[in-house]
């Protein structure tokens, strides 16, 4: 053994699995130093070759099993070993949501230092698979390949279209459903992946910046089915109309098809251009009493039915007087400024994405709510702006948390109370420990937008001391 470090790097070590972590790897100790294992569950008692070693953890990966976790269950999915699109499918969606409550306290506790916050038990799924209504798929020039893959000489090598291999940014897996889809998205997804092949419409590759293809978006309403089918390329092509006049014929749910331009480096599902191929440039779909104008560039949360579950815990600890008024950072197609405004006297949502920001004022002048407005830009640079006082600050920042100067301007406002939506128990931890100088950490909900995978959203409430 090292001094410094427990283990060595390329070593292989028996070890006993103990716990899940956010990530989804499974946690293993020697002592106090923790191993993250891909791919392992509690119970599981594996021989781990180490990948990566730091001073405080390493990372490995299962070499072999000296015993298999009871909790294991068969994956459904075939993809499951190389997709990075599931982590949990071999553990039982009862088990997923009990780790998931772990997760979500033990963060509060370890990164914020509250230890007597009421962390609630999540709020489980209705629907545990098909449950999404947006799947972003990435084309790759070399297709990752399953062990079974690479024992079939026939298949070509040079296309993909899929899910990344997970912790890869370049490495995609080719697929042919995702249960996380419903089965006709999956026939788009297998359309459009035979019609590049055909018609010889190459991926764009990462290092070499040729070809065309880079990503296909499938959105489908949860609330009257229709579809919205986005190709990113990397620019304009004839071929690509054709492709779109075939969907719309095969398809009939098809009522909006798209063609977003990048022709930057990043690798971005959002173009500079957006071209209309057929129908409109939007879809619709309802959470709660709301009927939502989405385009394809604008956040719409990908678990519809448990969206109105979401929103319904925030109404619930907003506890809004008709005179009160609100801040909806972070405000997206306006979802959660027109659910609050029926009780408020006035909501102003914040938005950086310009699409979002008229799907919310469209929304809102459909539904004839007056009492909204939204303003578009960073967050940052427009709250302090915000001369009058404010109530209430809805908050549901991207996956980083919110920027510091953000949290800075909040505690400056001082809002009676502050609803904390967040898709990432960390950053929401960091977070919490910045506003707890002036704020009670009052209760957090955790609620399951995303079964089968690690993700987990949290509603947090918070009130003024
Ligand atoms: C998690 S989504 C929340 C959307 C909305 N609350 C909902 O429930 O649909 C985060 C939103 O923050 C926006 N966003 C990201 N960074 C931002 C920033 N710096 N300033 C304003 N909005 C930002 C994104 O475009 C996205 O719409």
């Not at 000489?153 to 940014?169: C, E, M, N, Q, R």
């Not at 949360?301 to 809004?320: P, R, S």
């Not at 005179?323 to 009780?343: F, M």
């Amino acid at each position: 053994m090292n001094n410094e470090y427990p283990v060595k790097k390329n070593q292989i070590y028996p070890l006993e699995v103990v716990d899940l972590a956010f990530g989804g790897q499974g946690v293993a100790k020697i002592e106090d130093y923790v191993v993250f294992v891909r791919r392992a569950l509690p119970g599981d008692n594996v021989n781990v070759k180490i990948v990566k070693r730091k001073k405080s953890y390493a990372e490995g990966r299962i070499e072999s099993f000296n015993k298999r976790s009871e909790q294991r269950i068969d994956p459904p999915c075939r993809f499951f070993e190389s997709c990075g699109g599931c982590t949990w499918q071999n553990l039982s969606y009862e088990n997923q949501l009990l780790y998931k409550t772990k997760i979500v306290s033990d963060s509060v506790s370890r990164i914020s230092g509250l230890k007597d916050t009421v962390i609630k038990p999540i709020l489980a799924s209705e629907q545990a698979f098909f449950y999404r209504n947006k799947m972003e798929f990435s084309f790759a020039e070399k297709k990752w390949l399953t062990l079974e893959e690479l024992e079939d000489k026939s298949i070509s090598k040079d296309f993909a279209l899929g899910l990344h291999v997970p912790g890869t940014f370049d490495k995609i897996i080719h697929l042919d459903k995702c249960l996380l889809q419903s089965d006709e998205a999956s026939a788009i997804l297998n359309f459009v992946s035979g019609y590049a092949q055909e018609n010889n419409l190459k991926p764009y590759g990462l290092r070499s910046h040729q070809g065309l293809m880079r990503f296909l978006v499938i959105r489908q309403s949860h609330y009257n089915k229709e579809i919205m089918v986005n190709i990113v390329t990397s620019a304009k092509h004839e071929k690509l109309q054709v492709l779109a006049d075939e969907l719309k014929a095969r398809f009939k749910n098809i009522s909006s098809i798209v063609n977003n331009i990048n022709s930057r480096k990043a690798q971005i599902a959002v173009g500079e251009e957006e071209i209309l191929q057929a129908g409109k440039t939007w879809i619709e779909d309802k959470i709660g009493p709301f009927v939502f104008n989405i385009s394809a560039n604008s956040f719409f949360q990908t678990n519809t039915a448990q969206a109105e579950t979401l929103y319904n815990t925030v109404i619930k600890y907003a506890e809004l007087k008709p005179n009160e008024t609100v801040w909806d950072l972070y405000s997206g197609t306006g979802t959660i400024s027109l659910y609050l405004a029926q009780q408020a006297a006035k909501v102003t949502g914040f938005e950086i994405t310009q699409s979002s920001v008229e799907n919310a004022f469209e929304n809102a002048k459909k539904y004839k709510i007056d009492n909204v407005d939204f303003i578009a830009g960073d967050v940052i640079d427009n709250m302090d702006a915000m001369a009058d006082k404010v109530d209430l600050v809805v908050t549901d920042p991207p996956r980083a948390g919110m920027h510091e100067k953000v949290v800075e301007s909040i505690l400056r406002a001082e809002p009676k109370k502050i609803v904390y939506v967040s898709c990432n128990p960390t950053t929401m931890a960091r977070d919490l420990k910045l506003l707890e100088k002036k704020y009670v950490i009052d209760v957090v909900q955790p609620v399951d937008m995303f079964p089968q995978t690690y993700h987990i959203e949290c509603v947090t409430r918070l009130s003024l001391r």
